[in-house]
T-cell receptor
């Protein structure tokens, strides 16, 4: 079945460090891929998305590239800030099979100054 | 404009009681989803409504769970005879349509079953 696997957290970084959160997926067909973020005490927000192979999603300095050959959608940011501390979820929708988002288990990022 | 709203924000109930959770989607969004977020299971899909089509109930964990959507807008998730394992944050989301459309999430209802 369809699934998303993302790296276990927590990830602890100093301000201005480089961030990578790995995400790989298993899906039939050609899924759309998403990163959602949940800041402390807030709801889930879409961070970025990509709907086809080689697309790059970007927002707020974060980027992720849809890699069909490696079934990956890794999240990166060149210089993290304390305000980036949150839980990050990788997710997919399989355009063939379904309608609901399938989420990874989430990665907690903690950035210290 | 207004986002997805959910009520109540917190609900504490005794085991065996029924609860109703409400979701008001973004106006004009035809698709509405319910998810559950718990420590052990992460984020799980529960049920999906699209327009006037029959809902996709494939994610409901048991027949104690049901949901309806009235007039293509407001939705209510009902849990009968609550159990402690039902304790979780219940999230509602809406979107313009199915598939790759962005889903906008509400703040959630935190349910605690004692």
């Amino acid at each position: 079945g369809n699934s998303v696997t993302q790296m276990e957290g927590p990830v602890t970084l100093s301000e201005e460090a480089f961030l990578t959160i790995n995400c790989t997926y298993t899906a039939t067909g050609y899924p759309s891929l998403f990163w959602y973020v949940q800041y402390p005490g807030e709801g889930l927000q879409l961070l970025l998305k990509a709907t086809k192979a080689d697309d790059k999603g970007s927002n707020k300095g974060f980027e992720a590239t849809y890699r069909k050959e490696t079934t990956s959608f890794h999240l990166e940011k060149g210089s993290v800030q304390v305000s980036d501390s949150a839980v990050y979820f990788c997710a997919l929708i399989s355009n063939q099979a379904g309608t609901a988002l399938i989420f990874g288990k989430g990665t907690t990022l903690s950035v210290s100054s | 404009g207004a986002g997805v709203s959910q009520s109540p924000s917190n609900k504490v109930t005794e085991k065996g009681k029924d609860v109703e959770l409400r979701c008001d989607p973004i106006s004009g969004h035809t698709a509405l989803y319910w998810y559950r977020q718990s420590l052990g299971q992460g984020l799980e899909f529960l049920i999906y409504f699209q327009g006037n089509s029959a809902p996709d109930k494939s994610g409901l964990p048991s027949d104690r769970f049901s949901a309806e959507r009235t007039g293509g807008s407001v939705s209510t998730l009902t849990i009968q005879r609550t159990q402690q394992e039902d304790s979780a944050v219940y999230l509602c989301a809406s979107s313009l349509g199915r598939g790759g459309w962005e889903q906008y999430f509400g703040p959630g209802t935190r349910l605690t079953v004692t």
